[in-house]
Nanobody, 116 residues
């Protein structure tokens, strides 16, 4: 059983930055994938970025060069540094965790709004 708690969302102007954090607790596997998905109203949930262990990362094409995913030394917290934010980045961002099983765990979500 893994619990995920996100923080760091908010309202920013286009071109601004936000840093999202997600802390995992519970039965955390030593080998796992964590990351972020996002969902806008009327759209399907889509992958933003994932990180396997520490160094293996994947990014959506739309965020490459702008977003950076990372983990702390204990690997209990995953971060998403979001720079050069665009209105299209507006969404609820959900923390993602998958350990040894196939079923993922999801956080409650944090709202990111990019608007003038």
């Amino acid at each position: 059983q893994v619990q995920l708690v996100e923080s760091g969302g908010g309202l920013v102007q286009p071109g601004g930055s936000l840093r999202l954090s997600c802390t995992a607790s519970g039965s955390i596997s030593s080998i796992n994938t964590m990351g972020w998905y996002r969902q806008s109203p009327g759209k399907e949930r889509e992958l933003v970025a994932t990180i396997f262990n520490v160094v293996l990362t994947n990014y959506a094409d739309s965020v490459k060069g702008r977003f950076t995913i990372s983990r702390d030394n204990a690997r209990n917290t995953v971060y998403l540094q979001m720079n050069l934010l665009k209105p299209d980045d507006t969404a609820v961002y959900y923390c993602y965790y998958r350990g040894r099983g196939l079923d993922p765990n999801w956080g409650q979500g944090t709202q990111v709004t990019v608007s003038s």
